[in-house]
Structures are given as structure tokens and as C-alpha cells.
């Protein structure tokens, strides 16, 4: 089945250490796009790609990091930068123009 | 800045009756305007589309209605179920050209509620 594969589903961070979410597409979409959700509210852009080896900030970058050595690939690592982190985290992808964005399940990241 | 404002942040509506949710956007560039649907724990999945060319868009119980000079659309939910329970979003973006991606801005949510 072609689809966006987040993992793990439930991570837990302690102050002061880094942590990467993965994230993997199988459906050979050249764009690629990290989330974040707090509750109760909408999705802010944390980094975006749009072709592999090459990626943008979007709206909240500061405290997070992320790389697209493959095009399948785009793992965000959550920084000891970054001071709030606990919230629900969403990755996308898409093609070009008119096109649907697919969303994975998610990673909920709590700091203990 | 781009924004998409959403409204209400949440809504109650019996079985069977009719859910409407608006958004406005400021953004004249904008040209595809998707709503996503999201249940507890998952993530949102594409609902219905529209682009500005046209007014409105019907699929099933759900209505896209899109006023152009407005800036705003809104969602319709027919005969409103207790399955249709979520949150959801609207969205737009500069989907067109030779843009190698589709970059969302997102609404706000807004969490509907039927009760049985």
C-alpha cells in the first residue's frame, strides 16, 4: 500500500536531548513537509522540501532541524533548542500543482 | 503575511442537521482551497476540493461553496452523523504554475460535534 509512514507513534524526550521523528513516502511525491500540532489548534509549517538535498523553513523552524538525502526520506530532528516541544507532530507530501497532500499519522512528542 | 481564518473554533448540531464552517482568506494568489478532515489521534485526510473557477462543489453530503470576491469558502455537511464527529480544516495554496510542491496554509480547526 503507497502511503506516508510516521514513526514511532509515541516518543518521549528528556530536557536537554535531541530526538528524530522519521518519516518515509512511498508515493514518489517530490514534496515533502513537516507539521506541528498543539491542542486544539490548526497546523503550523515547521520545514518544508521540495527536491531532494534542498529544504526551507516554513513558519516555526527555529529549534528543529531536518535533512532529504532521499526523496522517500524526511527526518526532523527536535532540538534541545527548541524549549516547547511536547505536541503533536505531522508529516505530508505532495506533487506539484493541483495535488492532494497526504498526511501520516503522526508522532506525539512529550518532554518528561 | 498569508492567513486563512477560520470559524467557529467549534460546533454542536443534532443528527441530520446541517453544519456549516467558514473560512476567509486574504491572499488573492491563492488558487486551491481543500478541507481536511481529522479524527482524534490521526492524521487529516483531504475531504473535498475546490479551485476558484468555480462556485461550488457538491460530493455527497458535503458542499464546498466558494465566493471570489468574498475571499471566503465555506463547508457544508448535510444530514450531519455522529461519524462525521472531527476537526476540520480548511486550507489554501498557490497550487498552480510549476511550483514542485503544494505548500497548505491552514485554518484554524474546527471541532464539530453530532449529537445522536
Known amino acids: 500500500d503507497g502511503g506516508i509512514t510516521q514513526s514511532p507513534k509515541y516518543l518521549f524526550r528528556k530536557e536537554g536531548q535531541n530526538v528524530t521523528l522519521s518519516c518515509e513516502q512511498n508515493?514518489?511525491?517530490?514534496?515533502m513537509y513537516w507539521y506541528r500540532q498543539d491542542p486544539g489548534q490548526g497546523l503550523r509549517l515547521i520545514y518544508y522540501s521540495q527536491i531532494v538535498n534542498d529544504f526551507q523553513k516554513g513558519d516555526i523552524a527555529e529549534g528543529y532541524s531536518v535533512s532529504r538525502e532521499k526523496k522517500e526520506s524526511f527526518p526532523l530532528t527536535v532540538t534541545s533548542a527548541q524549549k516547547n516541544p511536547t505536541a503533536f507532530y505531522l508529516c505530508?507530501?505532495?506533487?506539484?500543482?493541483?495535488?492532494?497532500?497526504?498526511f501520516g499519522q503522526g508522532t506525539r512528542l512529550t518532554v518528561v | 503575511q498569508q492567513q486563512v481564518k477560520q470559524s467557529p473554533q467549534s460546533l454542536i448540531v443534532q443528527k441530520g442537521g446541517i453544519s456549516i464552517i467558514n473560512c476567509a482568506y486574504e491572499n488573492t494568489a491563492f488558487d486551491y482551497f481543500p478541507w481536511y478532515q481529522q479524527f482524534p489521534g490521526k492524521g487529516p485526510a483531504l475531504l473535498i476540493a475546490i479551485r476558484p473557477d468555480v462556485s461550488e462543489k457538491k460530493e455527497g453530503r458535503f458542499t464546498i461553496s466558494f465566493n471570489k470576491s468574498a475571499k471566503q469558502f465555506s463547508l457544508h455537511i448535510m444530514d450531519s452523523q455522529p461519524g462525521d464527529s472531527a476537526t476540520y480544516f480548511c486550507?489554501?495554496?498557490?497550487?498552480?504554475?510549476?511550483?514542485?510542491?503544494?505548500?497548505?496554509?491552514f485554518g484554524g480547526g474546527t471541532r464539530l460535534m453530532v449529537k445522536p
Open positions: 508515493l514518489n511525491h517530490d514534496a
Open positions: 486550507a489554501a495554496s498557490m497550487g498552480s504554475g510549476n511550483n514542485a510542491g503544494n505548500m497548505l496554509t
Open positions: 505530508a507530501s505532495s506533487t506539484s500543482g493541483f495535488a492532494e497532500a497526504f
